[in-house]
């Protein structure tokens, strides 16, 4: 499990010019809620993440550039973008307040069809730029017509864990919250303690999911959001947390299982995405380099593998 980044006297030079990311904060991210190419830009990922990554933000020149503390315990800002604008003058100005604090200027989460307009900015400011993505940082894309698909030879693997979840549990069923079901919470909770009793917090890769899992209730908004329970005879055994990124993407947060069962965790995606058949796309997120992630997620046939690039500005 990575720690908890505390802040050097450099980077809290560079935070007093933000805002924390708080509840209230959603209003201000609402207008950039359709130019999400990846959940890891959304609102809600940055307020449940708080905790971990020290979010905060603020506009400059007409556009929403967020902090980030955290992943290689650096110092890096992720930039939001309503139109496509030149965005020169938003790095210059960064790059001065980084470089007023003796610390590099970096971008997170850099769409590959935004790289262009990067460059273009870049050398307009009189500087130059380096790019890197890692396959372990890329998201698994599905179509959702595809991924709900049990035909055909290339599904056997679905059908296959389907049957035996259906063999080993007769009577499934899923459950949505709506906001007010307490129950839903509680049995997630319940859920979270079984799993956390079976895996050490070396497997909670960016920190306690149970914090960050646990504030989406907080921000909890019917026209994005799903959390959901999978129950067996009334026990709970699964439940999953999605988001509707943008207007054709969905992207899975968080799911846990009470136990590892096989086909569970696909059953609950598939009875999630069943409600969102308008959704073109679904976004199961990274596999951070897991081999045994790397092989699900695979085997459920991804269209794409959507790249984000860190982005470092120099002079």
């Not at 590959?112 to 993505?133: N, W």
């Amino acid at each position: 499990m990575r720690g908890i980044y505390t802040l050097t006297e450099e980077e809290k030079q560079v935070f007093s010019a933000f805002e924390r990311i708080s509840v209230e904060t959603a209003e201000v991210f609402a207008p950039y809620h359709d130019t999400n190419v990846v959940g890891d830009t959304s609102f809600s990922l940055l307020y449940v993440w708080q905790g971990q990554f020290h979010y905060a933000y603020r506009m400059i020149k007409g556009h929403l550039v967020v902090l980030e503390k955290g992943v290689d315990n650096r110092l890096s800002c992720i930039l939001l973008r309503k139109k496509e604008e030149d965005i020169s003058d938003v790095i210059e100005t960064l790059y001065q307040m980084f470089h007023k604090a003796g610390l590099p200027l970096y971008f997170e989460y850099v769409a590959e069809k935004d790289l262009p307009v990067y460059e273009k900015a870049v050398q307009a400011a009189g500087m130059k730029m380096q790019s890197i993505s890692k396959e372990e940082d890329s998201d698994y894309i599905y179509e959702t017509e595809a991924f709900l698909s049990l035909e055909g030879k290339e599904n056997k693997r679905k059908r296959g864990d389907l049957n035996n979840l259906h063999r080993q549990y007769e009577n499934l069923s899923v459950c949505m919250y709506d906001g007010s079901n307490a129950q839903i919470r509680r049995d997630c909770e319940s859920i979270f303690e079984d799993w956390c009793t079976s895996h050490s917090c070396e497997n909670c890769y960016y920190g306690c999911e149970k914090q960050a899992c646990f504030r989406f209730f907080d921000i909890y908004n019917a026209n994005y959001h799903k959390i959901a329970v999978a129950y067996a005879d009334g026990i709970p055994l699964s439940f999953a947390i999605s988001e509707r990124i943008n207007a054709d993407t969905v992207c899975y947060f968080f799911q846990k299982n009470r136990q590892r069962v096989r086909g569970l965790t696909y059953y609950l995606n598939r009875e999630m995405a069943l409600t969102d058949t308008d959704i073109t796309y679904i976004n199961l997120g990274e596999d951070m380099g897991l081999p045994g992630l790397r092989e699900d997620k695979r085997s459920l046939h991804p269209c794409e593998q959507k790249k984000k690039y860190f982005i470092m500005v120099e002079v």
